[in-house]
């Protein structure tokens, strides 16, 4: 069973750094970009960075230069969130796309974790 747990949410200040984690686990033949998303109250799921298996990188424009994208080669990916704004307050929740023993390729999240950022 393949699952992704992310760590590293909490509050901080405005200004502040947080960097969340990503941990990949099961009968993974092969990962093909891994990425963090986040929710806002009221607000739809967005995209916030992702990589590719070659280490290319897409950032949301609201978060270039603040953030940064990360992965090694244990199944990790790394959020690095610096200046943190209060309008960065959501669930951020990790997804990757696997190719999964048996399974072939599929889509993977992680259950979320909270950031807020105060004023």
């Known amino acids: 069973q393949v699952q992704l747990v992310e760590s590293g949410g909490g509050l901080v200040q405005a200004g502040g750094s947080l960097r969340l984690s990503c941990a990949a686990s099961?009968?993974?033949?092969?990962?093909?970009?891994m990425g963090w998303y986040r929710q806002a109250p009221g607000k739809q799921r967005e995209l916030v960075a992702s990589?590719?298996?070659?280490?290319?990188t897409n950032y949301a424009d609201s978060v270039k230069g603040r953030f940064t994208i990360s992965r090694d080669n244990a199944k990790m990916s790394y959020l690095q969130m610096n200046s943190l704004k209060p309008e960065d307050t959501a669930v951020y929740y990790c997804?990757?796309?696997?190719?999964?023993?048996?399974?072939?390729?599929?889509?993977?999240w992680g259950q979320g974790t909270q950031v807020t950022v105060s004023s």
């Open positions: 997804n990757a796309d696997l190719t999964v023993w048996l399974r072939g390729k599929r889509i993977y």
């Open positions: 099961g009968s993974i033949l092969s990962i093909n970009a």
């Open positions: 990589i590719t298996s070659n280490g290319s």
